[in-house]
């Protein structure tokens, strides 16, 4: 599953953040389905850093990886 996520995040995810200076990395996959990111970059601090968490990051992750559950920042 962890190869899955790091390909969804550098083939649709980090080129949509590196347009506004941002990028994402991949911290952890747990076996019950949580993924953990930590946003970089321009995302750091940013005041839309949370929907781009939830309508970037975990859209793009749970709709080709159903068995994540939930994707949160850390």
Known sequence: MQKEIEKIL???VRPMLSMHGGDVELVA???DGMVKVRLTGGCVGCP??????GSIV????KSKVPQVKKVEAV
């Open 29 to 31: 996959v747990t076996d």
């Open 48 to 53: 839309a850093a949370q929907i781009t968490l």
């Open 58 to 61: 975990e859209n793009a992750i």
């Open 10 to 12: 550098d083939e649709e």
